[in-house]
C-alpha cells in the first residue's frame, strides 16, 4: 500500500552536491514527518536529518548540520536532501522514512529508527576523492 521511491543517487567527487528526492504515496503525505537515514558498509543505520508537516521544523545530526538541508513539498508529496560538501565518508545508501505525526514530534522521535513506520529501500551516495 505505502511506496517511499528515493532518487537522486549517484557519484560525485569530495566537495560536490547532490539533491535527494523521496516520494510517497498510500499515505496522506502532509500527516507524516519524513526522514533521511543513511547506513554505510558494515555499519548500522543512522539518523540524517528529519522534518515534521512543514518547513519549519527541521532535524539533523551534528555532522550533517550546514551541510545538508531537509526541505519537502506536501503538493508533490516529496521530501528532499540537499546535500553539499560532501566527504567520502558521506558514502552510504540513503534512506527515506515515514512517521505518522503525533501531536508533539520530538526530536527524540524524529532522531530515532524505530519511530519510523514506512521505508523506502535506498539510494546509493558514493563520494569519491
Known amino acids: 500500500q505505502v511506496h517511499m521511491v528515493e532518487s537522486g543517487g549517484g557519484l560525485v567527487q569530495a566537495g560536490g552536491s547532490l539533491k535527494l528526492s523521496c516520494v510517497a504515496a498510500?499515505?496522506?503525505?502532509?500527516?507524516?514527518?519524513m526522514g533521511w537515514f543513511r547506513q554505510a558498509p558494515g555499519k548500522e543505520r543512522e539518523f540524517v536529518a528529519a522534518?515534521?508537516?512543514?518547513?519549519?521544523?527541521?532535524y539533523y545530526a551534528d555532522s550533517m548540520k550546514g551541510r545538508f538541508t531537509i526541505s519537502r513539498d506536501n503538493a508533490k508529496n516529496t521530501v528532499y536532501l540537499q546535500m553539499n560538501s560532501l566527504k567520502p565518508e558521506d558514502t552510504a545508501v540513503y534512506y527515506c522514512?515515514?512517521?505518522?505525526?503525533?501531536?508533539?514530534?520530538?526530536?527524540?522521535?524524529?532522531?530515532?529508527?524505530?519511530?519510523?513506520?514506512?521505508w523506502g529501500q535506498g539510494t546509493q551516495v558514493t563520494v569519491s576523492l
Open positions: 522534518i515534521s508537516w512543514s518547513n519549519l521544523s527541521t
Open positions: 498510500g499515505l496522506t503525505f502532509s500527516s507524516y514527518a
Open positions: 522514512a515515514a512517521r505518522r505525526l503525533p501531536t508533539f514530534f520530538t526530536t527524540a522521535q524524529a532522531m530515532a529508527l524505530g519511530e519510523y513506520d514506512y
